[in-house]
């Protein structure tokens, strides 16, 4: 096809010894090419890694790493708890729960990078004029966007587990952790990939990085402080109560009714922590969110349909021809 | 991130062969169903066949131009039709398609926060090629394109010309068979133009690639192209080899100080179409020696019986407004028949808006002798 071009010759390929800088003219490219999936998966690593500010200036690598040191502390903190006191410091299904906070910072930092920016610069149709299917794009930054929590998720639960392991003697105790453990596993996938999705949602529709950061912040806290204050509003009264002298007796709990049941539905967080109580079939002593009972199946569905909505608009964002 | 790679060189061998259409299209039509305006028809009915080389894809701004590439591209469905790119189904094929084509778009799409080495280097990736490769390819097609030290430098602290250069080269590195290239040449000052437009034709002429490249400005473009495809409105206007287009007619351009008017009507006299355009006239050659002598003569004769002071005489190809010539001679007989000798009434083709942005218009010579300028520009191609 370019026989007529090349001084390089045709098929030379990498057989011409580089290092001096001659103008060789056009060489066409015969070598491997990876297909579809190939790509979707190079862009995946590609933005794993920029989520993690890998390949980005040193900046962008701090408010990731902040985070994961943020997020770790307390297992560190737990690994000596238990093995001076013997006191376990926090649980690991309350985990993800009590320092949410640090997720949907690490989010609101990451999520407009993955998804803002190549909507900003209006890069998309430099993708779409490749390979890529229309919902490649977004396939592969939401997967990349989950592992890359799943990062800051399951490592904070692993060292919690191995410091807690340390302490314990006995291949029963041992066992006896390690099912305690895969709860909190399973927790941090459930937190890694419904907030993934539903941050790369709401990043989506925007160009603006703040727009897209104050969006991720916005909805993640609002609703929580809404659903939290709407759950004690509607009636739900904790199981521990403080004393006047800093001691604390705990009340037996009674069916919260259905009002802070349903307020417990307005957030993320707490409607996974709502069905974690609901399969694990207790509520832990000092929680803001009620043992749901029968109505954690709500909870379920609720953040099963959730998710499946917000991917469904995610794909519907990429087929937009305006994008193009 | 290997493990997945598969051979598809095969892949790379053009359907097409080089005598074969790279573009095909047939009664291409695409509607958007706007929710305020209306239907709006960017294409209507297109059909053309073009060959491989660098074609020109000339039309007003709004002409269907971005809607004809982004369909040849398979990003928008055609509303009805057909159309096909080196052979290809443009709605059946189109990834196929997108793995043999590199496309700039007319937009800024480039991310400021990066050297122009790594944005180049992930485009190459996202075409398909293994890491090594894409690297390479970067540094490659950033060379090429005339980018040496600069490509390690931000993105964003570049000019427009050199942006325009990295777009390039994100179309060039996954070595397409055909470039689709929206409007290169937009925001760039006179001699980026020309760099430009150079780069243009010399990655057709010897990188063998063909190229498409869309622009408002015909005169700009004529000079690189092999073939030439216009249109207005969504609608074909011609799609014809440059040299059939040059052939059909040259045109004379006409300038004088004062008198057009006079001039005009004495022209008319003479058995001539003049036609307005700015403050010259424009006249058919005829497309035998003869004809063009009679013309020259013709004119020579109508300025000096008047006496006026000529300006400039010159042969121009054809430009966008020249496409749409025999509406437009119409028009000026008309508008000249009412007037009366109204120099200043303006007639003009619809994409005459094209004359603002050209460069060489002012920069040819007023060298009044009819015979130099004749053969200055008539073959440079």
Same mark, same amino acid.
Not at chain 1, 96 to 103: G, H, N
Not at chain 1, 294 to 313: D, S, T
Not at chain 2, 136 to 159: D, K, M
């Given at each position: ?324 | ?54 074609? #020109? *894809?000339?039309? +007003? ?6 809607? &004809? $590439? ?8 055609? /509303? ?106 937009? #925001? *760039?000052?006179? +001699? ?6 150079? &780069? $243009? ?8 690639? /063909? ?171």
């Amino acid at each position: 096809m370019t026989t007529d071009t090349a001084t390089a010759g045709p098929g030379s390929g990498a057989a011409n010894p580089s290092g001096v800088i001659h103008d060789i003219g056009y060489r066409t490219y015969d070598g491997e090419r990876i297909g579809r999936l190939g790509i979707v998966r190079a862009l995946y690593w590609h933005s794993l890694r920029s989520a993690w500010g890998l390949g980005r200036g040193s900046k962008a690598k701090i408010v990731p790493f902040l985070a994961l040191v943020i997020m770790c502390l307390p297992a560190v903190a737990n690994a000596f708890s238990v093995s001076r006191t013997g006191i376990r410091a926090i649980a690991y299904d309350e985990y993800m729960f009590s320092f949410q906070l640090v997720l949907v910072l690490y989010l609101a930092a990451v999520t407009p990078e993955l998804i803002s920016r190549d909507l900003r610069n209006r890069t998309l149709p430099l993708y779409f004029s490749r390979q890529l299917r229309r919902t490649d794009y977004p396939l592969a930054k939401v997967s990349a966007l989950i592992t890359a929590m799943l990062g800051l998720t399951a490592i904070p639960e692993l060292l919690l587990y191995i410091g807690t392991i340390g302490s314990r003697h006995g291949a029963s105790e041992v066992w006896h952790e390690t099912r305690a453990f895969f709860p909190g596993l399973l927790l941090a996938v459930v937190y890694s990939v419904s907030f993934a999705i539903l941050a790369t949602l709401l990043a989506c529709y925007t160009g603006r990085r703040a727009f897209a950061t104050g969006a991720v912040a916005v909805f993640f806290f609002g609703t929580w402080v809404v659903s939290s204050a709407l759950v004690h509003l509607t009636g739900f009264r904790p199981h521990y109560h403080h004393g006047p002298d800093g001691t604390g007796y705990f009340v037996k709990p009674g069916d919260p009714g259905i009002g802070p049941k349903i307020s417990g539905l307005l957030n993320p967080a707490n409607m996974i922590e709502g069905m974690k109580e609901w399969i694990v079939g207790r509520a832990p002593e000092n929680s803001e969110i009620p043992y749901p009972g029968g109505f954690g199946a709500v909870n379920l569905a609720v953040l099963v349909g959730l998710c499946a909505l917000a991917l469904f608009l995610l794909m519907r964002r990429y087929q937009k021809a305006s994008l193009l | 991130m290997t493990t997945a790679t598969t051979p598809t060189a095969d892949a790379a061998v053009p359907a097409a062969g080089p005598g074969g259409a790279v573009i095909e299209a047939s009664g291409l039509t695409k509607r958007y169903a706007g929710a305020s305006r209306g239907t709006v028809t960017a294409l209507d009915g297109l059909t053309l066949s073009v060959p491989a080389g660098v074609i #020109g *894809l000339v039309g +007003a701004n709004g002409a269907g131009k971005s809607t &004809l $590439i982004k369909i040849l591209l398979g990003l928008l469905a055609p /509303s009805s039709g057909s159309a096909a790119v080196l052979g290809y189904d443009v709605v059946d094929q189109a990834q196929r398609i997108r793995t043999l084509v590199g496309y700039m778009p007319e937009h800024d799409c480039l991310p400021p926060d990066v050297t122009a080495t790594e944005f180049v280097t992930h485009m190459g990736r996202m075409g398909g090629l293994p890491p090594t490769a894409a690297k390479e390819r970067a540094a490659e097609s950033l060379r090429h394109v005339g980018l040496h030290e600069e490509r390690y430098r931000l993105i964003g602290t570049y000019s427009t010309g050199m942006k325009q250069r990295v777009k390039l080269a994100q179309a060039l590195v996954g070595d397409p068979r055909l470039m689709l290239l929206d409007e290169p040449t937009n #925001g *760039l000052d006179p +001699a980026g133009r020309e760099a430009m437009l150079d &780069l $243009i034709e010399r990655i057709g002429a010897e990188f063998g690639i /063909s190229i498409l490249v869309a622009s408002h400005l015909l005169g700009e473009i004529e000079q690189i192209c092999d073939s030439l495809v216009a249109i207005d409105a969504g609608k074909l206007l011609r799609a014809a080899s440059m040299s059939a287009f040059t052939k059909a007619s040259a045109v004379l351009a006409v300038e004088v100080d004062e008198g057009s008017a006079q001039l005009g009507a004495a022209l008319k006299a003479a058995g001539l179409e003049p036609r307005r355009d700015g403050r010259a006239l424009l006249v058919r050659l005829g497309t035998s020696e003869e004809e063009s002598d009679r013309v020259y003569d013709a004119i020579r004769d109508a300025v000096a019986d008047l006496g006026l002071p000529l300006n400039r005489l010159e042969r121009r190809r054809h430009r966008v407004e020249e496409l749409f010539a025999d509406e437009a001679f119409d028009e000026f007989e008309r508008a000249y028949g009412a007037a009366g000798g109204a120099a200043e009434s303006s007639v003009s083709a619809p994409a005459a808006d094209s004359t603002s942005g050209d460069p060489d218009r002012s920069t040819e010579s007023t060298d009044s002798d009819p015979g130099t300028t004749g053969s200055e520009t008539a073959d440079d191609h």
